[in-house]
Nanobody, 121 residues
């Protein structure tokens, strides 16, 4: 089994910054893609940013130029640096990961519990 644990959320003023972390642990042989999603109250969950095992990244248009996703493969951790935060960035942020759990092709796909980000004056 694999666990994903997010951290780094909190309350920040507009224009401020936060850095989210998501650490994977458990039966991990390798990790393929890792993504950050968010869900605001009354809205559908949306993809914020993703990163492949090779380091290729993609972003939602609403966060391009403000957010940066990165990963530390040695630590099985993905990060989301969020700058110039806006009230509309307020949401629960969750990570997910596509994990190979052994060298024979077994895989796991799942979510962390989420971390709340609130942007407010």
């Amino acid at each position: 089994q694999v666990q994903l644990v997010e951290s780094g959320g909190g309350l920040v003023q507009p224009g401020g910054s936060l850095r989210l972390s998501c650490a994977a642990s458990g039966s991990i042989f390798s990790i393929d893609a890792m993504d950050w999603y968010r869900q605001a109250p009354g809205k559908q969950r949306e993809l914020v940013a993703g990163i492949t095992s090779g380091g290729s990244t993609n972003y939602a248009d609403s966060v391009k130029g403000r957010f940066t996703i990165s990963r530390d493969n040695a630590k099985n951790t993905v990060y989301l640096q969020m700058n110039s935060l806006k009230p509309e960035d307020t949401a629960v942020y969750c990570c997910n990961a596509h994990v190979q759990t052994d060298p024979h092709g077994s895989t796991w796909y799942g979510w962390g519990q989420g971390t709340q980000v609130t942007v407010s004056a």
